[in-house]
């Protein structure tokens, strides 16, 4: 079952700006640390942002300054504010989170990704 949900993805003009979201389905599972990837044709899936349950932040060195990871727990949701966004930034983005289930060893799961693409 769907467990995380990625979406706001789209088509932006370079320069342009997206926020992202990661939300959960179900109940039965509470999340912690989140992070975000992005993965572009050809290329390795690279990690992007983090924050964790307490609200520390870090950031690849390639999106400082640009992206802004967030998180609402009341909505148990995250998101990733894109700014000045440039078409090398075009691939489709993943979030990921710690999963806490009663009874079970954490586990981290995936989002099914949003494709953002940024082209003039």
């Known amino acids: 079952q769907v467990q995380l949900v990625e979406s706001g993805g789209g088509l932006v003009q370079p320069g342009g700006s997206l926020r992202l979201s990661c939300s959960t389905s179900?109940?039965?599972?509470?999340?912690?640390?989140m992070s975000w990837y992005r993965q572009a044709p050809g290329r390795q899936r690279e990690w992007l942002a983090a924050i964790t349950s307490g609200g520390a932040t870090n950031y690849a060195d390639s999106v400082k300054g640009r992206f802004t990871i967030s998180r609402d727990d009341a909505k148990n949701t995250g998101y990733l504010e894109m700014v000045n966004l440039k078409p090398e930034d075009t691939a489709v983005y993943y979030c990921?989170?710690?999963?806490?289930?009663?009874?079970?060893?954490?586990?981290?799961?995936w989002g099914q990704g949003t494709q953002v693409t940024v082209s003039s």
């Open positions: 179900g109940s039965s599972f509470s999340i912690r640390a």
């Open positions: 990921k989170a710690l999963r806490i289930r009663l009874g079970r060893t954490p586990d981290d799961i």
